[in-house]
Nanobody, 121 residues
Framework: VQLQASGGGLVQAGGSLRLSCAAS????????MGWYRRAPEKQRELVAS???????HYADSVKGRFTISRDNSKHTLYLQMNSLKPEDTAVYYC????????????????WGQGTLVTVSS
């Protein structure tokens, strides 16, 4: 099983990026998923999360600018980031709290490899 994050890059302040996180490996189901980020010299923080039913939660710092979504049929998580600010610069990680498949036991607290977002002023 693998979570593959993509979509990061360099963007000017005020710009937009869309991150994706695709789960692979004969996935059966995924429970809650989330995007986290770690900025230089800061601790990792939750950016946004979404339940399997679509309920969402956002950090105050990104409310109104970021939108989390998921496509359960594709086992893919998204983060649409608008009105980006230099303080959004970080490595963004996707997380799944529980994944299960038809041929392997469930795994918990599973992380993708991270994708770097750099916002220039």
């Amino acid at each position: 099983v693998q979570l593959q994050a993509s979509g990061g890059g360099l963007v000017q302040a005020g710009g937009s990026l869309r991150l994706s996180c695709a789960a692979s490996g004969r996935i059966g189901s995924i429970n809650d998923m989330g995007w986290y980020r770690r900025a230089p010299e800061k601790q990792r923080e939750l950016v946004a999360s979404i339940s399997s039913g679509g309920s969402t939660h956002y950090a105050d710092s990104v409310k109104g600018r970021f939108t989390i979504s998921r496509d359960n049929s594709k086992h893919t998580l998204y983060l649409q980031m608008n009105s980006l600010k230099p303080e959004d610069t970080a490595v963004y990680y996707c997380n799944a709290d529980r994944l299960s498949g038809s041929s392997w036991p469930p795994v918990y607290d599973y992380w993708g490899q991270g994708t770097l977002v750099t916002v220039s002023s």
